[in-house]
């Protein structure tokens, strides 16, 4: 066997492999060999099929068979005597085999680039423990009297409060009975529950918050307000509209006594209360500690290191973003096959601008744990099949996967190498946090 190397680029090497006749004599004439045995032809009996004929009425499935066998038997012993540390095969540009001329392949590859890698301990970086005050324990606690309190009826609408209301409005340019329900119910309602927050969380419509604050059941009122332009209803953006209405019913909450709270929490005392909540904020802290120290770990360890990211590695992982891509770019699920098809050039760019520093972090990961031994075991991968399972089945009871099959899933897709990848860089980031804890 003969063996041309020639570099393309950083990670891309192209291999013209030969073998001559006599190298690959015994293989094709294994195949040869296994189809005389189990050929059916009329007249013949299984197995006393002359060979010549064999050749011409299977000669094409033949050829199929024996330039698979000799392609993978060949281009192993290539990339292993070459020691090239080979992330994908790119491309097959040839394989062309005959008996009387031996076999030629020509392929190219993509290696896992070469670079000096960063420091990656002692980094200016400092771990900061949660801190959790009485005073945040306490706010936690009236929140929670305020979640499992009792409704009673109130006298005047205020911050917390829930306002039953009728309203009518006139919106310009707008035909209320074009619009759809969701759209239409905005504008007019006999029963509209609005829960009155100075900020709250999402708002139906705008202003309607303030107009109520203050007034009485049977009050009425009246405000002018304007949609958002990028508001969630797209028959409602941008539309001015005028609000007339009256207050129907107030129920405003009495927050939970000692007894009520606890008894809603299972039993526990007011004192196992807060420590629960104390607890959960460490937790919350931790990660959100956690995920602060990975993200300047990140940025950190990829400035200093600067290559090439091998094409089809990044062409992966670009994949992967295209989803977040495009429906941050359209208004609804149902837009979202037209707009990634129409704008696959501008939506592919951007994936791999993504992608590109988060593939040259996962290199860099990768050498940090053959540099520290870190290595992914098979009880992790079931794991992370297990989790995954799990969530599905919670998320939707009717779903009985199991970690088993999610597992054979991603083999079967060649998902797996990803899969252990993220696992190496989540185990990499760990370890550089023990670190920086490890020295305060």
Sequence with gaps: MKIES??????????????????????YDAVVARFVREARLPGFRKGKVPRDLILSRFGTEIQKEVNSNLFRKFYKDAIDREKLDVVALASVEEVIYSPDTGLSIIVQVDLKPTFKLPKYRDLPLEYKAPVVTEEAVSEAEANLRRDYGKFVEGET??????????????????????????ARNLLKSDNFWVNVLAQPTYV???????????????????????????????????????????????????????????????????????????????????????????????????????????????????????????????????EAQAYFESHYEEVHKQALERAEPEERFAFICKAIADEVGIKVTGAEIEARFKSAAEYRNMTNPKDKTTGEQ???????????????????????????????????
């Design 6 to 27: 020639k570099k393309i680029d950083d990670c891309r090497t192209r291999l013209t492999i030969t073998a001559t006749p006599e190298e690959t004599k015994a293989d």
């Design 157 to 182: 609408i205020a911050e917390g409060d829930f306002a039953k209301v009728s309203f009518e409005a006139v919106a310009e340019k707008i035909d209320p009975a074009s619009l759809p329900d969701n």
């Design 204 to 334: 139906s419509i705008p202003g309607i918050e303030k107009a109520l604050s203050g007034l009485k059941k049977g009050d009425s009122f009246s405000f002018e307000t304007v949609f958002p332009k990028d508001g969630s209803i797209a028959e409602l953006r941008g539309v001015k509209a005028s609000y007339s209405g009256s207050v129907l019913d107030i129920q405003s909450k009495v927050p939970a006594s000692d007894e009520d709270l606890s008894k809603a929490l299972n039993g526990l005392t007011l004192d196992q209360i807060r420590e629960r909540i104390k607890s959960n904020f460490i937790s919350r802290g931790e990660k959100a500690e956690h995920d602060r120290l990975a993200s300047e770990i990140r940025d950190i360890l990829t400035k200093k290191a600067s290559f090439d990211v091998p094409k089809t590695s990044l062409e992966t992982a670009a994949r992967g973003f295209y989803d977040d891509i495009v429906m941050k770019a359209v208004s609804s699920p149902e």
């Design 406 to 440: 999610l597992m054979r899933k991603a083999v079967r897709e060649g998902r797996m190498p990803l899969i252990e990848s993220g696992i190496v860089i989540e185990k990499v980031i760990d370890w550089i946090i023990d670190d920086i804890k490890a020295k305060k």
